[in-house]
């Protein structure tokens, strides 16, 4: 009648805080407040670590109560003693089934922002490698324009600093 749920809880642990930028800094300034506590997505990343133990904890003792319960259930003589028993049983099972969703659903959401952390973090490398490519070729366009214009003047006669190339008027 005992009704199992045999789920591997190690699977469901704590995710470990991948910092894709700077040890000391927040993903945004407003983030950070006044007392120095980082709120956002570090603060939602506690968070779902913090249930997930909660979860845990709250799986072992419903399975420790529902198998009281079958244990109850299979020594229970009269009739009323058996249908607490088995209330008992269906009630741990249940919360132990809507823990277990919620452990999922929590899994879930930090895959997700796992996702989006490192999202992120490409869209910043592929950003900061833009902006280095885009200060590259201006400086080589610079640095052509600079080169045209020596030769044009050298071809004028003129010196680069704008003196005659044979040192008269």
């Known amino acids: 009648m005992t009704l199992m749920i045999d789920h591997d809880l190690s699977l469901y642990c704590d995710w470990p805080q991948r910092r894709v930028y700077a040890p000391d800094t927040a993903l945004e300034t407003k983030s950070v407040q006044q007392d120095g506590a980082i709120d956002g997505p570090d ?9 997930t133990a909660e ?27 058996g249908k607490l028993a088995r209330a008992d049983v269906k009630a741990a099972t249940d919360a132990m089934s809507l823990i277990v969703r ?3 659903k929590i899994d879930t959401l930090q895959r997700q922002l796992a996702r989006d952390r490192e999202a992120q973090a490409e869209s910043e490398a592929d950003n900061q490698d833009y902006e280095q490519a885009v200060a590259f ?11 045209k214009l020596r030769a044009r003047l050298g071809a004028a006669g003129l010196a680069p ?8 008027e």
């Open 137 to 147: 070729f201006q400086k080589r366009i610079d640095d052509l324009v600079e080169q």
């Open 102 to 104: 919620t452990l999922e």
């Open 43 to 51: 603060a939602l990343w506690r968070l779902m670590n913090e249930m």
């Open 55 to 81: 979860m845990r904890e709250q799986f072992r003792f419903f399975r420790e109560l529902r198998e009281g319960a079958g244990a109850a259930l299979d020594e229970a003589a009269d009739d009323a003693a």
């Open 161 to 168: 600093e704008g003196q005659p190339a044979d040192g008269g």
